[in-house]
T-cell receptor, first 111, second 116 residues
Framework: GNSVTQMEGPVTLSEEAFLTINCTYT??????LFWYVQYPGEGLQLLLK?????DKGSNKGFEATYRKETTSFHLEKGSVQVSDSAVYFC??????????FGDGTTLTVKP | GAGVSQTPSNKVTEKGKYVELRCDPI?????LYWYRQSLGQGPEFLIY????????DSGLPNDRFFAVRPEGSVSTLKIQRTERGDSAVYLC??????????????FGPGTRLTVL
């Protein structure tokens, strides 16, 4: 079956530090890949996505590249802000229905 | 515009009771999804509707769980004979078409269910 493995947290960084959150996956077929973010007290929202190999998704300074050869979709940001503190979820879909999520990585950015 | 809404936001019930959780998707979205999220874990798929019909209910854990979407809009997740292990946040999501793996799913704020 499909599965997503995320870097375990929590991750604590200082403002303006470089962020990487690792995500690897196992899937049958050709998945679309997603990063979702959940800010404190809010619902899950899509951060970025990529639908085929070598695609790069980007949003709000975050980027992730769909690497089929390493089955990875690592999330990066060059300079984090306090407002980026949240829980980040990596997810995949191989059909039009369900998404399979990782367990989430909590990021705390300190001023 | 209005997003996905879920009611109630919190529900506390006793073991063995019946509960209903409601989801109002974004207007015009044909696809609707239910997920369950336990503390410290990612959302776990329960069921997916395309229109009025359940296209995939493979995630429902047992026959105590049932969901309906009779008019292709609002959906209700029903849990019979609740157990303490059912305690979790139940998330609803909707998407415009549901026919593509790239279709964006829009999530509601969730219903926190606590079974005492």
């Amino acid at each position: 079956g499909n599965s997503v493995t995320q870097m375990e947290g929590p991750v604590t960084l200082s403002e303006e530090a470089f962020l990487t959150i690792n995500c690897t996956y196992t899937a049958t077929g050709y998945p679309s890949l997603f990063w979702y973010v959940q800010y404190p007290g809010e619902g899950l929202q899509l951060l970025l996505k990529a639908t085929k190999a070598d695609d790069k998704g980007s949003n709000k300074g975050f980027e992730a590249t769909y690497r089929k050869e390493t089955t990875s979709f690592h999330l990066e940001k060059g300079s984090v802000q306090v407002s980026d503190s949240a829980v980040y979820f990596c997810a995949l879909r191989t059909n039009a229905g369900k998404s399979t999520f990782g367990d989430g990585t909590t990021l705390t950015v300190k001023p | 515009g209005a997003g996905v809404s879920q009611t109630p936001s919190n529900k506390v019930t006793e073991k063995g009771k019946y509960v209903e959780l409601r989801c109002d998707p974004i207007s015009g979205h044909t696809a609707l999804y239910w997920y369950r999220q336990s503390l410290g874990q990612g959302p776990e798929f329960l069921i997916y509707f395309q229109g009025t019909g359940a296209a995939d209910d493979s995630g429902l854990p047992n026959d105590r769980f049932f969901a309906v979407r009779p008019e292709g809009s609002v959906s209700t997740l029903k849990i019979q004979r609740t157990e303490r292990g059912d305690s979790a946040v139940y998330l609803c999501a909707s998407s415009p078409g549901g026919s593509s793996t790239a279709d964006t799913q829009y999530f509601g704020p969730g219903t926190r269910l606590t079974v005492l």
